[in-house]
């Protein structure tokens, strides 16, 4: 079983313990999730790709990155030195992730004016419609869907359907060309991410967003993800047309995290 297995195995687990009806009731009643796209993609004009700056303490990869973050406070460096949205990892298990993190940052951020709030990307392995109102309940802007987790086409889109249907923007992660042409079936689909990372061998190689954003409609947003550390990889993205980078690792290991986002988001100071 790889690790894709055991945390597929874990979610199910989790899902299982959920209450399904309340859940979808409270999805229904949480205010309007901002626009997480247009966020992203404001700065498609620019010389750089928006920057999804990730809240991570540890990943199956790497191990544990940054256990004692205080991630509130490093949310707010990540706003105010360039970033247009904020991944929250809320996977526990595997990554020391909480689903409280999102709900607390969201409360932070209740705001009629909502031109000048950072929209919030779930970061978790969603499996389950189930997970999706969970998501909306908590405040969740945007969640991510996984293709390599989604082996069922049909499952795969109604997840998809579900995500929209609450007005959540769904990044739909693909790691080959085989999972591109599914993502491209997608009724829809409005936001790809490229994961440079091999999930057999956890091998990451930029090369991956290369060779796969060709095949990616112009219309269709597309977000670069591992393997992003300089200026200079940022830039390399640039010259194939990414519209946003979701870097993690790269900032929550930096001794100088406001520097590492202003490199990695282009804001000038």
Known sequence: MNILEKIIAQKKLEIAALDASALRRAAEQTPAPRDFLAAIKRRRFAPRPSLVAELKRASPSKGILAPHLDLFQVADIYTQNGAAAISVLTDEKFFMGKLETLRELRARNLTPDTSHVTPLLRKDFTIDETQIYEARANGADAILLIAAALTNDKHFADLHACALSLGLTALVEVHDEAETERALKLKDVNLIGINNRNLATFEVSLATT????????????????????????????????????????????????????????????
């Open 210 to 269: 290369e060779r796969l954003r060709p095949m990616i409609p112009s219309d269709i947003a597309v977000v670069a993800e591992s393997g992003i550390f300089t200026a200079a990889d940022v830039e390399r993205l640039a010259n194939i047309n990414i519209d946003a980078i979701l870097v993690g690792e790269a900032l929550v290991t930096s001794e100088d995290i406001p520097a590492k986002v202003r490199e990695l988001s282009g804001l000038q100071v």
